[in-house]
């Protein structure tokens, strides 16, 4: 038997993995899917929430709190940061790339703060979808936050 090992990651291909991410950070196509994906979770209704039980509690915020991460991310939230994220997808198809980086880095960025949390908790609970879109925002961030802070038409730039 011969022992295969796996060739060196050439210097070519790396640089051909970055150029095809700063040509990804230019394009509408990332933001255009987390906000299709937002305004389809915003426009079908959540089942098996769980509600708040009335019984055998002592009324502590637990059970309240219980209840809300497992409803996470909510149709509102959903409508209001696709719709935003929609808005920067027009900024980029309209001409501005970096400002449109800057917009969907911003939006994605605040979406893991009020999802974040829940996302990850989700991941242990079986629910795909928070875990899903809270994927794509972190890729989203990523992506536009790279192009925004420190690509060579940014404005930290020297």
């Avoid at 997808?89 to 980086?101: E, H, V």
């Amino acid at each position: 038997m011969s022992n295969s090992v796996a060739p060196p990651v050439s210097e070519s291909t790396s640089n051909n993995v970055w150029s095809k991410l700063d040509e990804l950070s230019l394009s509408p196509i990332p933001s255009g899917v987390l906000s299709a994906a937002l305004l389809l979770k915003a426009l079908k209704k959540s089942v098996g929430t769980t509600e708040i039980p009335y019984k055998g509690t002592s009324g502590s915020s637990y059970a309240l709190h219980k209840s809300i991460v497992a409803a996470k991310p909510t149709r509102i939230s959903c409508a209001f940061f696709g719709g935003a994220l929609a808005l920067g997808t027009f900024m980029m198809i309209d001409g501005d790339p970096l400002n449109a980086s800057g917009f969907n880095f911003a939006w994605s960025t605040l979406y893991l703060f009020v999802n974040g949390k829940a996302a990850a908790s989700s991941f242990f609970k079986g629910r795909m979808t928070p875990v899903a879109l809270g994927s794509l925002a972190l890729f989203d961030a990523a992506l536009y936050g790279r192009e925004f802070f420190w690509s060579k038409n940014s404005p930290f730039q020297n």
